[in-house]
């Protein structure tokens, strides 16, 4: 199993980022995947969640209405759109099989700053 993030960067606050996280390894459309992050000197948060065929999409309250889930499973990809970004949604931002997580990315910074 490999998941590899990408498309972090720095953002002004208002910004926007889309992330990918390409997969390998295994049935990607057979498994529902999450995002999840942690800020420097905080645990891991969960971010959102969508099922393998992506009928069903979840959001931390933190994020609601801001980032959208979503997948293309010919492509093997998981993409999270940020949008107004917050200085708070700074992290590194991980891409993770099922909602308990059994394998994840190496990670992908995201840093919102002025």
């Known amino acids: 199993v490999q998941l590899v993030e990408s498309g972090g960067g720095m953002v002004q606050p208002g910004g926007s980022l889309r992330l990918s996280c390409a997969a390998s390894?295994?049935?990607?459309?057979?498994?529902?995947m999450s995002w999840v992050r942690q800020a420097p000197g905080k645990g891991p948060e969960w971010v959102s969640h969508i099922s393998a065929l992506g009928g069903s999409l979840h959001y931390a309250d933190s994020v609601k209405g801001r980032f959208t889930i979503s997948r293309d499973n010919a492509r093997n990809t998981l993409y999270l759109q940020m949008n107004s970004l917050k200085p708070e949604d700074t992290a590194l931002y991980y891409c993770a099989r099922r909602l308990l997580p059994d394998y994840w990315g190496q990670g992908t910074q995201v840093t919102v700053s002025s």
């Open positions: 390894g295994f049935t990607f459309s057979t498994y529902d």
